[in-house]
Structure formats: C-alpha cells, structure tokens
C-alpha cells in the first residue's frame, strides 16, 4: 500500500512535466492588412421615450396599453412614441 501511495504521489507531482506544451501561436496578420468591417445595416426604427407623446403626422394615431400611452405610425415608423 506505501508503495502504491508513493507511486501515486510520484506521478501527480511529474505529470504537469511529463504533459506536452503547445507549440508557439501563430502569428497575427496586422489589422492594417484586415478588410474593413462591413458596413452596419440601416438603423432600427424603435420607440422613442418621452414625457409628453404627440401626433407628429396625420398618420399617427394614439393607443393606450399595459396603462401608457403610444403613438404608432404606418406611414413614418420612425415617429413611433412610448410614453414614460
């Protein structure tokens, strides 16, 4: 039994040593090299948060839910509103 705890404590003290090592990394291409990244799609039309919402076009109509008020528009989607 000692000789199997010696051979044991052996082994967990030789086995970081006895593992291989990853060769070097491979080097990096410069970013000057690199593409440019592509270009970010059009931007997102979402809600705007105010404290006052109001009709911006004849479109635009209000709604009330969840107890706020909404402004959503068909024909501007971008003068969609939540109020706070």
Do not use: E
């Amino acid at each position: 039994m000692a000789a199997a705890l010696v051979r044991n404590m052996v082994r967990s003290a030789l086995s970081p040593l006895l593992r291989p090592r990853p060769g070097p990394a491979a080097p990096r291409a410069p970013s000057a090299l690199l593409p440019p990244p592509p270009a970010p799609g059009p931007p997102a039309a979402g809600l705007k948060t105010r404290g006052i919402v109001r009709r911006r076009c004849g479109a635009c109509y209000l709604v009330k839910r969840r107890g706020r008020w909404f402004v959503h528009c068909k024909a501007h989607p971008k003068h969609k509103q939540r109020h706070m």
